[in-house]
């Protein structure tokens, strides 16, 4: 079997990917995806083909997520770190958890298979999501969702970027001087929140707003989620402070999210919140 480069799966993924073993891919394309990707991610590649099964030929479309720890920089000694927001094995795991969102409203695209360093992950169709919806629907999933002990899942990611931060004298706004300056006051107001399963970048680029969440080839095997928020790049998956993914949000689409997030929040009212108490970040 020719590698996946060139448009071919491996047996196992194309079984997922089709709902049955036995299928054989006859035509496959590779199309490098281009663009911003996290810091534990080698290549993302869409591969696109045909598959034959059971006397019939299915297209098929999956992304292919290579992996890879990040090897320069100030975070490079950290990529083998289990807690540190840069360990370049933690989205593998966090598929294979069972933790993350399926829907209704929030969800993860489905993974079909890891193989060795390598996720197939379902390509998602859609837009841009608004923002005011993806917020409360990530209010709904944290006060929903208890925060795991799991041995990688990552900790206070901007405590541990400031950690490892040193302050470069530049021509910028004095303020930002000032807040440097009292960076360890401001984590330390952090640490008093409460603790939320935090996705890590919840960034526009990294939020779509589905039609729906199909199977990997154009004839769904499981019936679709209307008016689904899907959620890429799992990798920073970690307990941080509430509102760390809301100020994520915020600052890629300039716009003030909190009422909608708290909205979403508040849907679990009479039902027992999940968020954690505050405790010392690693």
């Known amino acids: ?34 663009g911003s990707s996290g810091a534990a991610t080698c290549a993302l590649t869409r ?29 490079a000694p950290f990529a083998g770190d289990p807690r540190h927001w840069a360990y370049w094995r933690r989205e593998p795991l966090a ?11 929030l969800a993860a695209p489905r993974c079909y298979g890891v ?19 993806a917020a409360a629907r990530l209010g709904e999933w944290q006060a929903a969702t208890p925060v795991p002990e799991v041995p990688w899942l990552g900790g206070h990611q901007l405590a541990q970027r400031v950690r490892a931060t040193t302050w470069t004298p530049v021509a910028a706004d004095p303020r930002i001087e000032r807040l440097w300056r009292r960076r360890d006051e401001l984590l330390a107001l952090l640490a008093r929140l409460p603790v939320v399963l935090s996705h ?3 960034s526009a680029g990294n ?30 998956l970690s307990a ?20 909608a997030y708290l909205a979403g929040a508040e849907r679990l009212r009479g039902r027992t ?7 010392p970040w690693r």
Request: proline content about 10%; aromatic content about 4%; glycine content about 14%.
């Open 207 to 236: 939020i779509i707003a589905a039609p729906g969440l199909t199977s990997g080839t154009d004839a769904p095997t499981a019936p679709t989620v209307p008016g689904t928020t899907v959620l890429l790049d799992w990798a920073t």
């Open 240 to 259: 941080g402070p509430v509102g760390a993914d809301l100020a994520a949000l915020a600052l890629s689409t300039f716009t003030d999210p909190l009422d």
């Open 47 to 75: 591969l696109t083909g045909l598959a034959r099964c059971a006397g019939e030929e299915v297209p098929f479309r999956v992304v292919r997520k290579e992996l890879r720890p990040v090897r320069t920089g100030r975070h």
């Open 1 to 34: 079997m020719r590698d996946a480069r060139s448009g071919v799966l491996p047996e196992e993924v194309l079984a997922a990917i089709l709902g049955r073993p036995g299928g054989m891919v006859v035509e496959g394309r590779a199309e490098p995806i281009r």
């Open 115 to 133: 193989v060795g360093d390598v996720l197939y992950l379902e390509d998602v169709p859609g837009g841009p999501e608004n923002p005011q919806v």
């Open 95 to 105: 598929y294979a958890s069972g933790l993350l969102p399926a829907g209704p409203g």
């Open 273 to 279: 919140s999940s968020w954690g108490t505050a405790r």
């Open 200 to 202: 890590g970048d919840f």
